[in-house]
Each structure stands twice: as C-alpha cells, then as structure tokens.
C-alpha cells in the first residue's frame, strides 16, 4: 500500500564519513564536558579547591556552547559537498 509519498535517501561515503567525524567529535566534547563538570562539582567539596573547581566549570560551559558550534560546522560542509540540496543538510531531533 502507498500513501502517495515517496522517501528518498541519498547518502554517499563523503557525506556519511563527514557525519561520522562530526558525531566522534561530538561525542568527545561531551565527555570531557561531563568530566569537567563532575571534577569540578568534586573540588566544591573544599574550600582550597573551589577556585579550581570554578574554573573548570567555566571550562565546561565554554564546552557547551562549543556542541552547537559543532552541529554548524557540520551542516555548512555538508551544504558545501550539496549546493542547493537543503536536504543534504538536514538535522533532526536524533542528530548530536
């Protein structure tokens, strides 16, 4: 049965591994972004380490506002590889 709507994927191996280096990198921001927090959450248990502590807080934000950087970055190359295919570049609620 048809619902008169067609669904066309068009990837190639340029675009799936620019994906992938995308969502590695990705991925490796939010680690260290965890991991600075947690660290940092850590050293407010003292008062000899709260300085630090807040600086890696600082840290971590910067690493969060660098995630949206991330997802950018990777939707103008991917427009770069596919002018004037808006699709090529498309994001959705499941992408990183």
Same mark, same amino acid.
């Given at each position: 049965?048809?619902?008169?709507?067609?669904?066309?994927?068009?990837?190639?191996?340029?675009?799936?591994?620019?994906?992938?280096?995308?969502?590695?990198?990705?991925?490796?921001?939010?680690?260290?972004?965890?991991?600075? *927090?947690?660290?940092?959450?850590?050293? *407010? *248990?003292?008062?000899?380490?709260?300085?630090?502590?807040?600086?890696?807080?600082?840290?971590?934000?910067?690493?969060?506002?660098?995630?949206?950087?991330?997802?950018?970055?990777?939707?103008?190359?991917?427009?770069?590889?596919?002018?004037?295919?808006?699709?090529?570049?498309?994001?959705?609620?499941?992408?990183?």
């Amino acid at each position: 049965m048809s619902n008169g709507h067609d669904l066309e994927i068009r990837i190639g191996r340029d675009e799936l591994q620019i994906r992938q280096r995308y969502e590695t990198l990705s991925i490796l921001n939010d680690i260290v972004t965890g991991l600075l *927090f947690l660290v940092g959450s850590v050293l *407010f *248990f003292g008062d000899s380490t709260a300085y630090t502590g807040t600086w890696l807080f600082v840290l971590g934000s910067v690493l969060m506002l660098i995630r949206p950087c991330i997802r950018l970055t990777r939707r103008l190359h991917l427009q770069r590889i596919h002018p004037g295919d808006e699709g090529a570049a498309h994001e959705s609620s499941m992408d990183f």
